[in-house]
């Protein structure tokens, strides 16, 4: 039995437990789908139209703030009650924050981030980026079941979950969280000041990677972007050192874009790049290294150092 | 405050990485080494708390015995002193693993803080830290970043969730977080820093047996292509004005 672990915040279901419960799906014929909190019934409603064999909830107070102790508490209960050969979540900051907590209270190591699985030999292996996405591997679970295993956002399509011809039955499953069991105490999630920069309305963005080497060389891709007429925008690393702010920053803990043309300078395309990139009509990328990740995604590429190409390509669009 | 930090060891970031014989690993044994850049932001959130509460900073590190480069580095930068725990099947172990390592050789020890990075840049589980913190026994807190150990009962942090949400979450210490990059500007040794760290006590733990591993690499591969990629080549002058043909004739996005 696969156990689906969905996601919800105050009664509203993140809609990415739809991948996972889809991924589960193709994966196995019995699935179950656990979701916790408190005041969740809707959640659980709506979760019950998927063909699965139940929606188990698990409904207590201390559960209606989001704490990893609260969560590796109440799930652990489930898992060793429910025994599945299989617990799967969205490898969303929630799962990160709890999920190799409740794998290690069984004893076990969740195989995080994966983009996909295949039978080989009876076996169930999942596959997932390594060293930054240079490399893929194929991962053997050892050990005795439940294994924990986190689904890559976006690996698999949500609107694929089969829906059932009706409803699946819903269980409260009970527990219990011992008085301080919860020892972080969360204030409400709040969002900073508006972002100032909206990338996700540009046709065009040039974006720079720790191939552009230091802050001093950035006017090379801005006169490109000017040249192009594209916004700037960079890799984490980037704006981590400071050389562009946060809000120019593209990827998983960015903005997510989809523009005509993306240029990419010096970036290698880590796996947390191109998850907020690769919808792009056009990628080009630039880089030096003819093995860097982002040529698995771009349609036209220039290996080289950008120093020499930057300022030719510049040279070229105003040729046009 | 007495401060823990952990530190991997990783190839270097440009180093040209192929896959091993076996396929199972990468080649590595003629590779250049440096430390896991997230982990260099937890070494730095931990220098500058001792700064402000005073105390001192451990760093921790598993793995084979090459890692004391990293150990080296951590100490010229401001480290008072390291554990080393020692294996040669560190240098892959899973998260499990390698925390589970650490846990025994930090137990006997007084820390108020651990701080790890957030995720390694070779296997990047994103998994230390918080397995740590459930064998250590201690609350956890991931992807901080701000801290705030100026309180009386516990400590203060600002945790990043998704899309562009912040959360503040005070916990009791000893506490466990693992620190997001880009928090603080990193620094580099000085002269006098890598002189003062010839004379730190480095504590050596050899463990005999590592717990058993929870998973392991059937086969490491380069992905699939998502796209067919044109690469255009010649003179960068030659490559440039074909590009700009392709992008204005064939894309049709200039």
């Not at chain 2, 690993?25 to 500058?48: Q, T």
């Not at chain 2, 840049?121 to 150990?149: C, K, N, S, W, Y």
Request: proline content about 5%.
């Amino acid at each position: 039995m696969i156990l689906v672990v969905a996601e919800q915040r105050n009664g509203c279901l993140n809609p990415v437990s739809w991948e996972t419960v889809a991924a589960a799906q193709q994966m196995g014929d019995m699935v179950k789908i656990v979701v916790a909190g408190s005041a969740i019934d809707g959640v659980a409603g709506e979760l019950a139209a998927a063909a699965v064999s139940e929606v188990l909830v698990v409904e207590h107070s201390d559960l209606a703030s989001y704490t990893p102790d609260g969560f590796v508490e109440a799930l652990s209960q489930v898992v060793r009650m429910e025994e599945p050969d299989l617990v799967l979540c969205a490898h969303t900051y929630q799962t990160r924050d709890y999920a190799p907590k409740l794998a290690a209270r069984l004893d076990r190591v969740l195989i995080p981030d994966c983009i996909g699985s295949k039978m080989e030999e009876g076996v169930r292996l999942f596959i997932r980026p390594m060293f930054q996405g240079k490399f893929v591997a194929d991962i053997h679970p050892d050990g005795a079941i439940p294994h924990f295993v986190s689904m890559q956002v976006g690996a698999c399509r949500a609107d694929s979950v089969v829906r059932g011809s009706a409803p699946a039955e819903i269980r409260a499953v009970p527990v219990e969280v011992g008085s301080g069991v919860i020892r972080q105490r969360p204030d409400a999630p709040f969002k900073e000041a508006k972002q100032a920069v909206d990338l996700t309305q540009a046709e065009k963005i040039v974006a720079v990677g720790r191939g552009i080497k230091g802050e001093e060389q950035l006017p090379i891709a801005q006169e490109l972007a000017k040249a192009l007429g594209a916004e700037l925008a960079a890799s984490r690393p980037i704006c981590d050192s400071g050389w562009l702010p946060m809000d120019r920053q593209i990827g998983s803990s960015g903005q997510t874009v989809a523009p005509k043309l993306y240029v990419a300078l010096g970036i290698s395309g880590a796996i947390q790049h191109l998850v907020g990139m690769k919808g792009a009509k056009t990628i080009v990328a630039i880089n030096k290294d003819a093995d860097a990740p982002i040529f698995e995604v771009s349609d036209y590429g220039i290996v080289g150092d950008l120093f020499e190409i930057v300022p030719a390509f510049i040279t070229a669009l105003n040729e046009k | 405050m007495n401060i823990a930090v952990c530190v991997k060891q990783v190839v270097t970031r440009d180093w040209p990485l192929r896959v091993n014989e076996s396929a199972e690993w990468v080649r590595d044994y003629d590779a250049s080494f440096e430390m896991n850049e997230p982990d260099a932001y937890a070494l730095e959130e931990a220098l500058r708390l001792k700064e402000q509460h005073g105390g001192e900073v451990v760093v921790c590190v598993a793995g084979p015995p090459r890692v004391t480069q990293v150990i080296r580095e951590a100490l010229a930068r401001g480290a008072d002193r390291a554990i080393h725990v020692k294996h040669e099947q560190l240098a892959f172990a899973d998260a499990n693993v390698v925390a589970s390592s650490l846990a025994i050789a930090m137990l006997p020890e007084q820390f108020d803080l651990v701080l790890t990075g957030l995720q390694s840049d070779d296997q990047g589980f994103g998994q230390t830290g918080v397995i740590l913190a459930e064998r250590l026994g201690l609350p956890h807190a991931t992807i901080v970043m701000e801290v705030d150990a100026g309180g009386v009962n516990g400590i203060r942090v600002k945790r990043e969730l998704e899309g562009g949400w912040f959360q503040w979450v005070s916990m009791p210490t000893p506490a466990l977080l693992t620190i997001q990059s880009g928090i603080n500007q990193l620094r580099y040794a000085t002269l006098k820093g890598i002189m003062a760290a010839k004379r730190k006590e480095v504590r050596s733990v050899e463990p005999e047996e590592l717990q058993p591993a929870g998973q392991h690499i059937v086969r490491l591969y380069v992905p699939e292509k998502e796209k067919a990629t044109r690469f255009i080549e010649g003179s960068p002058e030659a490559a440039s004005r074909a590009l700009v043909r392709l992008l204005c004739e064939e894309a049709r996005v200039l």
